[in-house]
Nanobody, 116 residues
Framework: QVQVVESGGGLVQPGGSLRLSCAAS????????MAWYRQAPGKQREFVAD???????NYADSVKGRFTISRDNAKNTVYLQMNSLKPEDTAVYYC??????????WGQGTQVTVSS
């Protein structure tokens, strides 16, 4: 069992930066792959970034070059550094801990609002 808690959301101006954190506990963190998803009002939840147990990463095309996902296994935490934020990045951001071929664990989400 894994409990996932996001933090770091807030209101920023276009072009600004935020760093989201996702703390996972209740199991062995380093055995899980971690991902960030986001969901804007009235839209489907979409993939943002993923970091595997071994450290390999994937990014959605919409955030590539602007966002960086990383993990600190000693702290059981995954991060999403978001730079050059755009209004279309406004969404609730969710952390997801998972293993292949089995349901994962979602956090409650943290709101990111990019507005001038």
């Amino acid at each position: 069992q894994v409990q996932v808690v996001e933090s770091g959301g807030g209101l920023v101006q276009p072009g600004g930066s935020l760093r989201l954190s996702c703390a996972a506990s209740g199991s062995i963190f380093m055995t899980y792959n971690m991902a960030w998803y986001r969901q804007a009002p009235g839209k489907q939840r979409e993939f943002v970034a993923d970091i595997a147990r071994g450290g390999s990463t994937n990014y959605a095309d919409s955030v590539k070059g602007r966002f960086t996902i990383s993990r600190d296994n000693a702290k059981n935490t995954v991060y999403l550094q978001m730079n050059s934020l755009k209004p279309e990045d406004t969404a609730v951001y969710y952390c997801y801990a998972y293993r292949l071929a089995t349901p994962g664990y979602w956090g409650q989400g943290t709101q990111v609002t990019v507005s001038s």
